[in-house]
Nanobody, 125 residues
Framework: QMQLVESGGGSVQAGGSLRLTCIASGFTFEDHAMAWFRQVPGKEREGVSCISGNGDIADYVNSVKGRFTISRVNAKNTLYLQMDDLKPEDTAIYYC??????????????????WGQGTQVTVSS
């Protein structure tokens, strides 16, 4: 059974950095694309970044391009999101998710039955 455990969130000032970690289990990690999503209360969950199964392709939403870097270590079943130059609008709960392809993960309105507990990121101005 799939399990996703996110960590690494916290409270920082604008311009600061955080590194999020997602540890996955219950499925063949290297066979799946992985993505980071974020959600603000009252708003829909937003896909932020995605990386292919072997890590050779990464994609980002325009608002985080040049500031966030997604990476993965398949030997450790672990996904990362390095977030630099954080802005108050990055404040959200961040979640990771798995699917076959990034095109699936970043499809608008995509729904999944399972989500981890997420990790809170708060950026103050």
């Amino acid at each position: 059974q799939m399990q996703l455990v996110e960590s690494g969130g916290g409270s920082v000032q604008a311009g600061g950095s955080l590194r999020l970690t997602c540890i996955a289990s219950g499925f063949t990690f290297e066979d799946h694309a992985m993505a980071w999503f974020r959600q603000v209360p009252g708003k829909e969950r937003e896909g932020v970044s995605c990386i292919s199964g072997n890590g050779d392709i990464a994609d980002y939403v325009n608002s985080v391009k040049g500031r966030f870097t997604i990476s993965r270590v398949n030997a450790k079943n672990t996904l990362y999101l390095q977030m630099d130059d954080l802005k108050p609008e990055d404040t959200a709960i961040y979640y990771c998710q798995a699917d076959e392809l990034c095109d699936d993960l970043l499809q608008p309105g995509i729904q999944y039955n399972y989500w981890g507990q997420g990790t809170q990121v708060t950026v103050s101005s």
